[in-house]
């Protein structure tokens, strides 16, 4: 059982590149997200999807897209890269409602010059 | 809106001494609260959960109450090893929802 999987991890960027950021988990979980971590900010959440077709915004969305086409995958999207964006990655998917606990990838970290 | 609250670090330590990280929260409704650990190089994973007032969770040696009087769910855990170096975080979800709030994250360092 793989659990979540993150590819790739480790990204350099230039400014301005575009790039996705892969995540499949093989739990049937319904739910799952993106957070990016920053030092002395903890998690924040960037999207989230409730299942297959479904996606929305969390905190900080600006910058990146999301789409959830099978229940399985969820990549996210960096549509014009800024050093802003530079940051640890971490995809999380449950079980339904958070009190079940999520599951964690073990990141992409993404570097913007 | 929620939020959570974690003291601030980092925090070093000897191996077999106390430890306590403190947090507090905010929120709206009835929340439920989690510690996360993250080890060097890895993902956070789940350590503890309480989900109603002074229900107590426990896990590793690792222990936390939910106090809804002083609102807080502070981490304690009694003899600490090596083992135990990585980043905590506090976390909380409300009213059955998806979602969870990340505290800041203290990072522990326990000496041999």
């Known amino acids: 059982n793989a659990g979540v999987t993150q590819t790739p991890k480790f990204q350099v960027l230039k400014t301005g590149q575009s790039m996705t950021l892969q995540c499949a988990q093989d739990m049937n979980h319904e739910y799952m997200s993106w957070y990016r971590q920053d030092p002395g900010m903890g998690l924040r959440l960037i999207h989230y999807?409730?299942?297959?077709?479904?996606?929305d915004q969390g905190e900080v969305p600006n910058g990146y897209n999301v789409s959830r086409s099978t229940t399985e995958d969820f990549p996210l999207r960096l549509l014009s890269a800024a050093p802003s964006q530079t940051s640890v990655y971490f995809c999380?998917?449950?079980?339904?409602?958070?009190?079940?606990?999520?599951?964690f990838g073990s990141g992409t970290r993404l570097t913007v010059v | 809106g929620n939020s959570v609250t974690q003291m601030e670090g980092p925090v070093t330590l000897s191996e077999e001494a106390f430890l306590t990280i403190n947090c507090t929260y905010t929120?709206?409704?009835?929340?439920?609260l989690f510690w996360y650990v993250q080890y060097p190089g890895e993902g956070l994973q789940l350590l503890l959960k309480a989900t109603k007032a002074d229900d107590k969770g426990s896990n590793k040696g690792f222990e936390a109450t939910y106090r809804k009087e002083t609102t807080s769910f502070h981490l304690e855990k009694g003899s600490v090893q090596v083992s135990d170096s990585a980043v905590y975080f506090c976390?909380?979800?409300?009213?059955?929802?998806?979602?969870?709030?990340f505290g800041a994250g203290t990072t522990v360092t326990v000496r041999a």
């Open positions: 976390a909380l979800s409300v009213s059955n929802d998806y979602k969870l709030s």
């Open positions: 929120a709206t409704g009835y929340p439920s």
């Open positions: 999807s409730v299942g297959a077709g479904i996606t």
């Open positions: 999380a998917s449950s079980m339904g409602r958070a009190i079940n606990g999520y599951t």
